[in-house]
C-alpha cells in the first residue's frame, strides 16, 4: 500500500493546503481511511494515482470546450454555405421567373402596337394626311368631325409655345402622328378645344391645359359654352371650379349667371358651391337673392349657408 501519510504531508506533497485536503475528505474525492472519528490517513500509492488521474481530467476539461469551440464554428459554416446556396438558387430562380415575363410582356406589347399600328394604317388612308396637312397650314377649311370620327381619338396631347402663346399644337394621334397646328381661336384649334373640354375621355391634365389656353378668349361664345359644360358636367370638382373661375369673367351674361346658380344649388362639392358664391357676390341681382335666402335656410354645410347670409347682409346694408 505504499507509505502512510497525515493532512500535512498530502498537502505538502499534492501543494494543496490543509483546508482543502479536509474539504476532499470531507466530499469523499481522495482516497483516504479513517482511523478515528477525528483522524484520517493517506497511502502515498492511493494518492499518487489520484493525482494522475486529476491530472488526465483537467487536461480534458481544458480541451473540451476548445473541440466544442471549433465543432460549433463547422457547423456554423455548414449552415452559411446552406443559406448561400438557398439564396444563390432563390436569386436564379427570380431572375429566370423575371426574364420569361420581360420577355413574355415585351411580345405581348409589340404584337399590341404592331395590331394598332395596322388598324389606325387602314382608318385613315394617305389622302387623309395630306388633308390634314393642308389644313394644318391653313390652305383650306377644315370638318373636324369627320377627321374625330376617322381618326378614333381618345385623349388630345396640346402644346402650347412658351414666347407665342397664342400659338398651339394639338397632336390628334401618336400611332399615325397627326399634328395641327395654329391660333388658338382658329380652325382647326378652336374646335378641337371645344372638343377637349367636352369629351368625356379627356384626362385632368388636358382638360385643364386646354382651359388655360382658352381663358383669354371666354368671350366667345363657343369657347364660354365649353366651359359652362365642364362646370356643370365634369366629373372633377377641381376643373369644375376652375372652369367657374374662369367664367368669372363673363358672369353678368345670362347664360353663364344661370350655370353659376345652378351649381350654387345643386353641385354636390363643397368648394364647388363656395367658389360660386365668391362669383355671385360680385354680381348680386333679384334673381341671386332669391337663390342666397334659399341656400342660407337649405344648405347642408354652414360654411355655405353662413357665407350666404354674410353676402345677403352686405347687399342689404349698400341698399
Known amino acids: 500500500m505504499g507509505k502512510n501519510m497525515h493532512v500535512k504531508e498530502v498537502a505538502s506533497y499534492t501543494n494543496l493546503s490543509p483546508k482543502t485536503i479536509y474539504n476532499l475528505v470531507y466530499s469523499k474525492e481522495i482516497p483516504f481511511k479513517r482511523i478515528s472519528e477525528k483522524k484520517v ?12 488521474k486529476r491530472k488526465t481530467e483537467e487536461k480534458l476539461r481544458t480541451k473540451k470546450p476548445e473541440r466544442i469551440k471549433y465543432q460549433y464554428q463547422k457547423s456554423q459554416e455548414k449552415k452559411n454555405e446552406k443559406k448561400e446556396s438557398i439564396i444563390r438558387s432563390m436569386f436564379l430562380n427570380l431572375r429566370y421567373k423575371y426574364l420569361s415575363y420581360s420577355v413574355i410582356f415585351f411580345l405581348l406589347f409589340s404584337l399590341g402596337w404592331l395590331g394598332s399600328f395596322i388598324y389606325y394604317k387602314t382608318k385613315i388612308s394617305s389622302s387623309n394626311f395630306l388633308y390634314i396637312a393642308q389644313n394644318a397650314s391653313g390652305n383650306e377649311s377644315f370638318d373636324i368631325e369627320s377627321l374625330i370620327d376617322q381618326a378614333q381619338l381618345g385623349d388630345l396631347h396640346i402644346n402650347q409655345s412658351f414666347l407665342e402663346k397664342d400659338k398651339v399644337k394639338i397632336k390628334l394621334d401618336y400611332i399615325s402622328n397627326i399634328e395641327v397646328k395654329g391660333d388658338v381661336k382658329s ?64 358672369a353678368k351674361i345670362e347664360e353663364v349667371k344661370e350655370a353659376i346658380l345652378d351649381r350654387l344649388k345643386n353641385d354636390k362639392n363643397e368648394a364647388v358651391r363656395f367658389k360660386a358664391l365668391e362669383i355671385v357676390e360680385k354680381i348680386v341681382d333679384e334673381q341671386i337673392i332669391v337663390a342666397l335666402i334659399s341656400i342660407k335656410e337649405k344648405d347642408k354645410s354652414y360654411i355655405i349657408r353662413n357665407r350666404a347670409e354674410l353676402i345677403l347682409k352686405k347687399h342689404n346694408q349698400k341698399a
Do not use: C
Not at 47 to 52: E, M, S
Open 41 to 52: 490517513m493517506f497511502y502515498k500509492d492511493a494518492i499518487d494515482k489520484w493525482l494522475k
Open 187 to 250: 380652325s382647326p384649334i378652336k374646335p378641337l378645344l371645344v372638343y377637349t373640354l367636352k369629351g368625356e375621355k379627356g384626362s385632368y391634365a388636358t382638360k385643364s391645359k386646354a382651359i388655360d389656353i382658352i381663358k383669354p378668349f371666354v368671350d366667345d361664345r363657343k369657347i364660354r359654352k365649353a366651359l359652362i359644360h365642364v362646370m356643370k358636367n365634369d366629373k372633377s370638382p377641381a376643373l369644375r371650379m376652375k372652369a367657374a373661375t374662369v367664367l368669372t369673367k363673363v
